[in-house]
């Protein structure tokens, strides 16, 4: 049987970002912790965050590319 886990224990490591469950994303976006910026996503400081396994996924201004497929978030930083 394959391993039931959490969403904040679901993180991918990819070699340009990582991918969390759709859900785990809805709800970064509902409580707002993260919001849109156009084509990217930001961290709003003011909001707290879920937990998550891996700690800093999403730091304080950093911005985000996201595709969601498959039933995943696939979460990739922007480059400076």
Same mark, same amino acid.
């Given at each position: 049987?394959?391993?039931?886990?959490?969403?904040?224990? &679901?993180?991918?490591? @990819?070699?340009?970002?990582?991918?969390?469950? &759709? @859900?785990k994303w809805?709800?970064?976006?509902f409580?707002?912790?993260?919001r849109?910026?156009?084509?990217?996503?930001?961290? &709003?400081?003011?909001r707290p @965050?879920?937990?998550? =396994?891996?700690?800093?996924?999403?730091?304080?201004g950093? =911005?985000? =590319?996201?595709?969601r497929?498959?039933?995943?978030a696939f979460?990739?930083?922007?480059q400076?």
């Amino acid at each position: 049987m394959a391993e039931q886990r959490e969403p904040f224990a &679901d993180i991918v490591v @990819l070699e340009d970002g990582f991918s969390i469950p &759709d @859900l785990k994303w809805r709800e970064l976006a509902f409580v707002g912790a993260l919001r849109a910026e156009g084509d990217y996503w930001a961290r &709003d400081p003011s909001r707290p @965050l879920p937990p998550f =396994r891996i700690p800093d996924l999403f730091p304080d201004g950093a =911005r985000f =590319r996201v595709e969601r497929r498959a039933g995943r978030a696939f979460v990739r930083p922007e480059q400076s």
